[in-house]
């Protein structure tokens, strides 16, 4: 299973949730965790990060400030955005992401509500129970409350540390849903 982690430079917040996803489902050889941004960054971690990242004992791999391509979403059994804005624009750019583009604290809520059936159904099954619920227009509005605060490149040590903090509880409850699923969903 390949889950994609998307912010907007992949230079913050991204690589952290893929840092932390990736140490949360190390147990389970069938995952992939990957980031992009959807507009790419300047690659480098700002010094105020790096300080938070050393504080909260989290080793993030090189920023790359990769672009998402349609061939990565495309790829990607699942997409979880920390940004609701982020997560609108791609879905209007490639309506067939829909399905499987949710943001970090959706899927945790909507996950939670409706828990997987390993033994009965497929990962692609159970998403698809996952996002039944859902209707498009939700992503219109300017609710905030599901996005991770973009500290920016000149965010101070605080900043980076709220951030690695609301970064590392959504993925605490996102990661029990993502492992142990038959062999068969690579």
């Known amino acids: 299973m390949k889950i994609l982690l ?9 690589p952290v949730a893929e840092a932390l996803l990736s140490a949360e489902v190390s147990q389970d050889r069938h995952v992939e965790v990957v980031s992009r941004g ?22 993030i791999k090189v920023p790359s400030g990769q672009v998402l391509q349609r061939d990565d979403a495309r790829a990607a059994d699942l997409l979880l955005f920390v940004e609701r804005r982020l ?10 992401l829909w399905p499987r583009s949710f943001t970090l604290r959706e899927f945790a809520r909507r996950a939670t509500i409706n828990p997987p059936s390993r033994d009965e ?17 939700e992503l219109l509005d300017d ?28 993925v605490a409850r996102v990661a029990p849903f993502v492992v142990s699923w038959p062999a068969s969903e690579e």
């Open 6 to 14: 998307v912010c907007f430079a992949n230079t913050c917040r991204s």
């Open 38 to 59: 959807i507009a790419g960054g300047p690659g480098t971690t700002p010094p105020a990060l790096e300080r938070a990242l050393l504080d909260a004992g989290v080793t």
């Open 87 to 96: 997560l609108r624009e791609a879905v209007v750019t490639d309506p067939s």
């Open 121 to 137: 159904e497929s990962f692609a099954q159970w998403l698809s129970v996952v996002h039944a619920t859902r209707r498009r227009e």
């Open 143 to 170: 609710d905030d409350t599901e996005d991770v605060a973009d500290p920016g490149l000149e965010g101070t040590e605080d900043d980076f540390a709220t951030m690695i903090g609301e970064l590392r509880a959504d």
